[in-house]
Antibody
Framework: EEQLVESGGGVVQPGGSLRLSCVVPEFTFSGFSLVWVRQAPGKGLEWIAYINSGSSDIYYADSVKGRFTISRDNAKNSLYLDMKSLRAEDTATYFC???????????????WGQGTTVTVSS | EIVLTQSPVTLSLSPGDRATLSCRASQSVNNYLAWYQQKPGQAPGLLIYDVSNRATGVPVRFSGSGSGTDFTLTISSLEPEDFAVYYCQQRYNWPLTFGGGTKVQI
């Protein structure tokens, strides 16, 4: 079964930085858009960043715009999320997922990682 | 921003019951709507895409319907493993948004 694998989570002080990584099986990665979705403890899902296959289209939620940067390395089948100026409210489990839109049909976020936890605390 | 409002927030049912979950959008999302199931400690999993199409491996007791701004996820007969939180999500406009979730509990 296709699955994504996140890493890089941990405990960081407010104002600090962290880089999350997501390794994607090649079949899942090639030609697909990817997203980061987070979930604060006990809360719902929040989409935070999107990148298309060629990195030409990138979008962010307002809550992270200017602080987080999404990128991908197609040669390494990897997705990244660089986070800076972290705040307590960024404490969450971060999931990467494949976002599958093709020929005007939305196939959903159809492959997910297991998540990596980021805690922002002094 | 398209706001997705899910109702009810909590649904208390028994195995064998029919569950009807609602997702209402603040503006039309066309057919760009998906449903996800999340169990405690797990990542979300895709259930329904394009409003009414079951994802691979999803049992036939799950069905999606609706159009425009009003959508429904129906579980025809609850199995013990169906007690979880369900989210709708739109892909029609940026930012991508999720509903607040419906918890289906015993």
């Amino acid at each position: 079964e296709e699955q994504l694998v996140e890493s890089g989570g941990g405990v960081v002080q407010p104002g600090g930085s962290l880089r999350l990584s997501c390794v994607v099986p090649e079949f899942t990665f090639s030609g697909f858009s990817l997203v980061w979705v987070r979930q604060a403890p006990g809360k719902g899902l929040e989409w935070i960043a999107y990148i298309n296959s060629g990195s030409s289209d990138i979008y962010y939620a307002d809550s992270v715009k200017g602080r987080f940067t999404i990128s991908r390395d197609n040669a390494k089948n990897s997705l990244y999320l660089d986070m800076k100026s972290l705040r307590a409210e960024d404490t969450a489990t971060y999931f990467c997922a494949r976002d599958h839109l093709l020929a005007f049909i939305y196939y959903g976020m159809d492959v997910w990682g297991q998540g990596t936890t980021v805690t922002v605390s002094s | 921003e398209i706001v997705l409002t899910q109702s009810p927030v909590t649904l208390s049912l028994s195995p064998g019951d029919r569950a009807t979950l609602s997702c209402r959008a603040s503006q039309s999302v066309n057919n760009y709507l998906a449903w996800y199931q999340q169990k405690p400690g797990q990542a979300p999993g895709l259930l329904i895409y394009d409003v009414s199409n079951r994802a691979t491996g999803v049992p036939v007791r799950f069905s999606g319907s609706g159009s425009g701004t009003d959508f429904t996820l129906t579980i025809s007969s609850l199995e013990p493993e169906d007690f979880a939180v369900y989210y709708c999500q739109q892909r029609y406009n940026w930012p991508l948004t999720f509903g607040g979730g419906t918890k289906v509990q015993i």
